[in-house]
């Protein structure tokens, strides 16, 4: 059973910095493109960041470039998506998991995720 536990959200001003984490068991993230995704109220799950198994490749969601940056630890197990200059509108519930290339299949059970609140 895969498990993938985010942690690291909390409430912070507009133009303030958060570093999440997702550590995973049952599964070597190293070994799978990992994406960190997010889910606005009333609004639909999207993929904000990606990192490629191999780490050579990143995406990021246009809103975020230059703010957001994935990042992987082996040793560790685990993900991080650095986020810096926060905004209004990146108030989510945030979460992370492993896919296909273009992450567009998941392999994963959801998990709690971790919300991030952005005051004004």
């Known amino acids: 059973q895969v498990e993938l536990v985010e942690s690291g959200g909390g409430l912070v001003q507009a133009g303030g910095s958060l570093r999440l984490s997702c550590a995973a068991s049952?599964?070597?993230?190293?070994?799978?493109?990992m994406g960190w995704y997010r889910q606005a109220p009333g609004k639909e799950r999207e993929l904000v960041a990606g990192?490629?198994?191999?780490?050579?490749?990143?995406y990021y969601k246009d809103s975020v470039k230059g703010r957001f940056t994935i990042s992987r630890d082996s040793a560790k197990n685990t993900v991080y998506l650095q986020m810096i200059n926060l905004k209004l509108e990146d108030t989510a519930v945030y979460y992370c998991?492993?896919?296909?290339?273009?992450?567009?299949?998941?392999?994963?059970?959801w998990g709690q995720g971790t919300q991030v609140t952005v005051s004004s």
């Open positions: 998991n492993a896919g296909n290339s273009r992450l567009t299949v998941v392999f994963g059970s």
């Open positions: 990192i490629s198994s191999a780490g050579g490749s990143t």
């Open positions: 049952e599964l070597t993230v190293s070994n799978y493109a």
